[in-house]
């Protein structure tokens, strides 16, 4: 069985930080990409942060994230983090992680297996 389970997430005020968690099992975890995706309410979902396969471990950010958030990947622990720094409202969001086969991905239509989401919200 498949899993990515995402935790981590929480109520913190603007500029504090918080480190997600997702906690991957059931497919072979070094040879998948993960990505961290967000989605607000009345918004679509948007790509925030990707890691490449182990052998890689090329790193994608999006505008938004860069320079505030870093990926990393603990191959030992099949679990992927997203270290959140000055965060901001508007990273208000539900946080999904999702993998894929091969390198990064941008998008959520080049996933195949998604986690059910943890909520990031940040107070001004």
């Known amino acids: 069985e498949v899993q990515l389970v995402e935790s981590g997430g929480g109520l913190v005020q603007a500029g504090g930080s918080l480190r997600l968690s997702c906690a991957v099992s059931?497919?072979?975890?070094?040879?998948?990409?993960i990505g961290w995706f967000r989605q607000a309410p009345g918004r679509e979902r948007e790509g925030v942060s990707c890691?490449?396969?182990?052998?890689?471990?090329?790193?994608y950010y999006s505008d938004s994230a860069k320079g505030r958030f870093t990926i990393s990947r603990d191959n030992a622990k099949n679990t992927v983090y997203l270290q959140m720094n000055s965060l901001k409202p508007e990273d208000t969001a539900v946080y999904f992680c999702?993998?894929?086969?091969?390198?990064?991905?941008?998008?959520?239509?080049?996933?195949?297996?998604w986690g059910p989401g943890t909520q990031v919200t940040v107070s001004s």
């Open positions: 999702a993998g894929k086969r091969g390198g990064i991905g941008r998008y959520d239509r080049e996933y195949e297996y």
């Open positions: 059931g497919f072979t975890f070094n040879d998948y990409a």
């Open positions: 890691i490449s396969e182990a052998d890689d471990s090329s790193t």
